[in-house]
């Protein structure tokens, strides 16, 4: 066994499970071994050796005042930290872990992010989930079945997943979870168990309150739970306490979001990347509570009306009261993120400064609920977020911080000048004695000078020699006797008297027992300050609300937004325009009316005329409506939805580098599954990753799904023709389009949406805006003239065989040498097209062979891209 040093890290690294150790050797925190050669790598951290009873092993470290700041970067970056600290026995040395910091108990924040501590069990027919933010003391638990989970994985996006016993033998959620950012951490087994995690679970909560949230017969949400407390409670952080509310969270109540959907409608990030998320767009917050609010807000839209009806009478009045709006949003800009504080405030960690922000904080609160009370903001709702929770408390706390606390203290707490004079009489005395002894420290110079005539006499102190007279060397003649020479220096000389070795002794015992009393005086205070937890939360929680309520206000002034009206059937919206994309471009706003009796629209036109964008903004105009905001329409009429399922197209998702067809049917399985009467469901093109005849098949079956049983609220965008043909069969189905104007060639997307179906697809106005060479262009014209005059296309009827037969029309056609073999292709008449023959050169030629010999029906849409995009190339080597 290895000795020394190296020796306690290796023993004490077997004890823990984390991926790390940092362990306290002197005044510095030492990595050893394989810790040390990966920190020297992951921080650039210098790797030295250190020889042990023989051998040699590496070792990096950090100074002790350092070391938090390594831990952040360690932790962000997915790894668990053990600290062990140093102690001094009897002469020598003992260590202990005392924590082990993890991404999702990092108390200490570089953003303002939530970043969530997450446990899953499986249960006989899911899974139960609890979900922690430490830094605030949230936490929830609930029981879900596997879309759920993975909806709520998303949701909360945890840094730290807890998994079960039973589901680490689960390798497809195993899979999901790995497939998650966060770092998936093997707690206990025993933590999960059902009785152990109870009894963790009331003690933190009070039975009383598991059962009042509806949990007792919960045991998967108990399982998880218990096990989020157990973890928290031994990564030693000492946060626990501030958990002091088990929320119930209820996925019933709110609207069914899958993660794909909130993917798509692009909530809180773009799919690509680039642009702007509707969160980006409609964030006016000024805190960063505030910023979370809303972000959960817009992944947590509600069915409730009264609640609904309550945040938007808020948002209208803050929209009407400019001025007071806009004094509030000031004021709220002064206070901070008091949740958090409160939580360091429990976990022992905040310092003086910190509990000056919560007294700051409480009379911000004040303060915004005097601007409520005192404008016409007084009769709405928004008088009861900001009455203030238990006021009179709220006003003891913020009373007595100000009274203790100095005003601008240091951020050590161990230093003194932190209390306020005044607030305790041993400290008055004993600052009073100090600062005499100082006061006659600081006259010794010139009281000596004039006592004994000497002109280079001065008074200092510092670290080694503590307080002395230093007398330059030409006057050492003529010190007294008393005077006891410490040090000779170049050109002077240090002494020290009794009279003045007794003061020092006086100021350094003022000095201990003044930082001694503060640092007492000063826990004592933040003691007072962690039992107020609770309280704190909620007045975060009131200015949170406050702050994301006039940030919705304020985008709805600034964009000319309206306040949607609830009704009970059907959503009709008049010039609704979509939120993201009204800020980018000079937006065309468009209607939509679904109603029982028309709940089902196919939406026909031209590739990038704007159907996708059109379906978009009317999810997203629901989905506004039911978070309590304003939404983009002159006027949106809506009746809560309980679900927004999405599907859309598959190119889009070969930008992420997804498996297409297989990810497009599982959507798709999972909408017919999921979809209810009360559903919005949105499907852009449904069965394009797979051949012609597959997709219109499926897309017509789910159609013809989705409307006799589902009967969900539809838009479904297509550019198979085929399917306006649907309106005809099934009664609630309408067919409606993206006007084109075309004038002398020329091609506009107009950008409105209007009743009845296209038949036309502008595919080539497509390709001359994507710059396919011109002389392509203009064949591909003449061609499509052609088989229009041929009437080929009014062969457009129930199937897939009127494409194949299109396209072989098409390379006929393009050949100029028609035949009659098909019987449906041209004739005699078309023997004009000849001349245009002659124009054709050897690789048009090859290029037309390639096209004939292509089956549309064995490739998927993305081969064909490819195919033409080969055929393009030869066409501009061929110029
Ligand atoms: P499609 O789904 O038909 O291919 P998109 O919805 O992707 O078309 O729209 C194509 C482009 O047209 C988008 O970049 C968008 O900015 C623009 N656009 C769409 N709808 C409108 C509108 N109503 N007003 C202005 N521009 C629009």
Redesign the pocket.
């Known amino acids: 066994m290895t000795e020394g040093i190296v020796g306690e890290f290796l023993a004490l690294k077997e004890e823990t499970e984390a991926d790390l150790l940092a362990m306290q050797c002197g005044d510095f925190y030492e990595f050893f071994a394989d810790d040390a050669e990966f920190v020297g790598r992951e921080l650039d951290l210098k790797v030295s050796k250190k020889s042990s009873h023989g051998s040699s092993y590496p070792m990096a470290g950090v100074p002790l005042s350092e070391l938090t700041a390594y831990l952040k970067l360690l932790v962000e970056r997915g790894y668990r930290v053990a600290v062990a600290d140093q102690y001094e026995v009897d002469g020598g040395h003992e260590r202990a872990i005392e924590r082990v910091v993890t991404p999702g108990t990092l108390l200490e924040r570089t953003n303002a992010d939530a970043r969530y501590l997450a446990a899953v069990v499986e249960v006989d027919e899911g899974y139960g989930f609890a979900v922690a933010d430490v830094t605030t003391g949230r936490f929830h638990a609930t029981e879900l079945d596997s879309d759920e989970l993975l909806t709520e994985l998303y949701r909360f996006d945890p840094a730290e997943i807890l998994p079960g016993p039973d589901v680490r033998s689960d390798d497809d959620l195993l899979e999901r979870l790995r497939a998650t950012d966060a770092t998936l951490s093997l707690h206990a087994t025993e933590a999960f168990a059902p009785g152990r995690a109870r009894h963790a679970v009331n003690e933190q909560f009070g039975e009383a309150t598991v059962s009042s949230v509806g949990l007792d017969d919960s045991t998967g949400a108990i399982r998880a739970a218990g096990a989020v407390l157990s973890y928290v409670d031994e990564t030693g952080i000492g946060v626990l306490a501030s958990m002091t509310r088990l929320q119930p969270y209820d996925t019933g109540g709110s609207v069914a979001l899958d993660a794909t959907t909130q993917r798509n409608l692009e909530l809180t990030e773009t799919m690509g990347g680039g642009g702007r998320s509707l969160l980006d767009v409609v964030d006016h917050t000024v805190t960063s509570a505030g910023g979370r609010t809303l972000r959960e807000r817009l992944c947590r839209p509600i069915q409730e009306e009264n609640e609904l009806a309550r945040r938007a009478d808020c948002v209208e009045a803050l929209t009407g009261a400019a001025l007071a709006r806009e004094r509030l949003r000031e004021t709220l800009g002064d206070g901070y993120d008091v949740a958090r504080l409160a939580s360091k405030a429990v976990s022992g960690s905040a310092d003086a400064r910190d509990l000056l922000r919560v007294r700051d904080t409480l009379a911000v609160l004040e303060a915004v609920a005097e601007t409520v009370d005192s404008s016409e903001l007084g009769d709405s709702p928004l008088a009861g977020v900001v009455e203030r929770p238990d006021g009179t408390a709220a006003d003891r706390l913020a009373d007595e911080l100000d009274t203790a606390l100095a005003e601008d203290p240091p951020a050590s707490i161990r230093e003194g000048n932190i209390i306020r004079r005044g607030y305790h009489e041993e400290l008055d005395d004993l600052i009073e004695g100090h600062e005499e002894a100082l006061d006659w420290m600081d006259e010794l110079a010139a009281r000596e000078q004039s006592r004994l005539d000497i002109t280079h006499l001065s008074t200092g102190r510092n670290k080694t020699d503590g307080y002395y007279i230093q007398v330059g060397n030409s006057e050492t003649d003529e010190v007294p006797d008393e005077y006891d020479e410490i040090k000779s220096l170049k050109n002077a000389k240090r002494y020290t008297t009794e009279e003045l070795a007794e003061r020092e002794r006086e100021i350094f015992r003022f000095e201990e027992r003044r930082s001694d009393l503060e640092h007492e005086l000063f826990v004592d205070l933040r003691e007072r300050v962690a039992e107020r937890a609770e309280l704190l939360q909620d007045v975060g929680r009131a200015l949170a609300e406050c702050d994301c309520l006039a940030s919705l206000a304020v985008h709805a002034v600034e964009n000319g937004w309206t306040r949607p009206e609830l009704v009970e059937s059907g959503i009709d919206i008049a010039a609704g325009r ?1 939120p993201v ?1 009204e800020r ?7 209607d939509l009316a679904l109603a029982d009796e028309r709940g089902f629209l196919v939406i026909t ?10 379906m978009r903004q009317n999810a997203l105009i629901t989905l506004l409506a039911q978070i309590g905001s304003f939404v983009p329409a002159e006027r949106a009429r809506i009746s809560p939805v309980d679900g927004i399922y999405t599907r859309v197209g598959a190119l889009d998702e070969l930008a992420q580098g997804r498996s297409t067809f297989m990810v497009e049917m599982s959507e798709l399985a999972n909408i017919l599954h999921s979809a209810t009467e009360d559903s919005l469901v949105i499907l ?1 093109e449904v069965g394009r990753g797979t051949a012609t005849y597959d997709g219109i098949s499926i897309a017509w079956a789910a159609t013809e799904y989705l409307h006799n049983e589902v009967r969900a609220k539809t838009l479904f ?1 297509t550019h198979y023709h085929e399917l306006t043909g649907l309106a005809e069969h099934l009664d609630r189905v309408a067919n409606v389009h ?1 006007a084109v104007d075309e004038r002398d060639g020329e091609v506009t ?1 107009l ?1 409105t949406i209007e009743e009845g179906a296209t038949d036309r697809s502008y595919g080539v106005h497509v390709a001359d805006l994507a710059g396919v060479p011109e002389p392509v262009v203009e064949r591909s014209r003449d061609v499509l003239s052609k088989l229009r005059a041929e009437k080929a296309i009014e062969a457009r009827g129930s199937s897939g065989e009127t494409v194949q037969a299109v396209f072989d029309l098409g390379a006929e056609a393009f050949r100029g040498s028609a035949s009659a073999d098909g019987g449906r292709t041209a004739d005699g008449e078309h023997e004009s097209s000849d001349d245009a023959a002659d124009g054709i050169d050897p690789t048009a030629e090859s290029v037309v062979e390639g096209l004939r010999a292509t089956n549309i029906d064995e490739l998927s849409p993305v081969e064909l891209m490819a195919k033409v995009e080969r055929w393009q190339e030869e066409l501009d080597d061929g110029n």
């Open positions: 979509h994309v980018e471009v000079e937006f065309v706003p468009n036109g031209p590739n990038m005329s704007g159907k996708s964008t059109y852009d965008a993206v997307f950008r």
